[in-house]
């Protein structure tokens, strides 16, 4: 286990209040990662982070922002948010080169 | 990104029977990885294939990668309830760390 925790675990919110989810590692690995798990696609990437304060956009990073402004945390924020945010959201952590990622518990957003 | 496809989408088997997921992918690949998440639960990687490789083994897993069909098999032989559960190939292609996933298979063991 390397050490992920996400917060909230769950959060019922209304449409267009912000939202922002953490991910902490314990593991200083440089890489993290933002995914959403919703049925029939699988993980899709949002955004991702090589080092504290680089990031970069993944495939569905619409309405989606980042913040690392240190190895052990990074933010997600969804603006404003909309029901096709309502989904599972998953972070991730890498050390780099050929190796797994480690996955956080996830976070079930529901936007009414 | 290209996303992986795996098939079957879902896989209904006895306790003891074997189970095997395949997963293609389109582009050149430095090794390709297979993770299983339980129901509500987040993604446990199982065992990680190098483009270099051809096969692997880890307990009852096997995995082969052909990087000519680009394509990936995991099997898992003797299987048990507690196998039940959804699998996930992805693929860190050559240009990057990220990993692209496939959409799943979920597998059902029943006893």
């Known amino acids: 286990d390397a050490g992920i925790t996400q917060s909230p675990r769950h959060k019922v919110t209304e449409t267009g209040t912000p939202v922002t989810l953490r991910c902490h590692q314990t593991?200083?690995?440089?890489?993290m990662y933002w995914y959403r798990q919703d049925p029939g696609h699988g993980l899709r990437l949002i955004h991702y982070?090589?080092?504290?304060?680089?990031?970069d956009k993944g495939e569905v990073s619409d309405g989606y922002s980042v913040s690392r402004s240190k190895t052990e945390d990074f933010l997600l924020t969804l603006e404003s948010a909309t029901s096709s945010q309502t989904s599972v959201y998953f972070c991730?952590?890498?050390?780099?080169?050929?190796?797994?990622?480690?996955f956080g518990p996830g976070t079930r957003l529901t936007v009414t | 990104s290209q996303q992986g496809e795996e098939d079957p989408q879902a896989l209904s088997i006895q306790e003891g029977e074997n189970a095997t997921m395949n997963c293609s992918y389109k582009?050149?690949?430095?090794?390709l990885q297979w993770y299983r998440q339980n129901s509500g639960r987040g993604l446990v990687h199982l065992i990680l294939?190098?483009?270099?490789?051809r096969e692997k083994h880890s307990g009852r897993l096997r995995v082969t990668l052909d990087t000519s069909k680009k394509s990936s098999s995991l099997l898992i032989t003797a299987s048990r309830a507690a196998d039940t559960a959804s699998y996930f190939c992805?693929?860190?292609?050559?240009?990057?760390?990220?990993?692209?996933f496939g959409e799943g298979t979920q597998l059902t063991v029943n006893p």
């Open positions: 991730a952590t890498h050390p780099g080169g050929g190796y797994e990622q480690y």
């Open positions: 593991e200083n690995h440089r890489y």
């Open positions: 982070s090589y080092g504290v304060k680089d990031t």
């Open positions: 582009t050149s690949i430095n090794n």
């Open positions: 294939i190098r483009s270099n490789e």
């Open positions: 992805a693929f860190q292609e050559t240009s990057g760390s990220r990993l692209t």
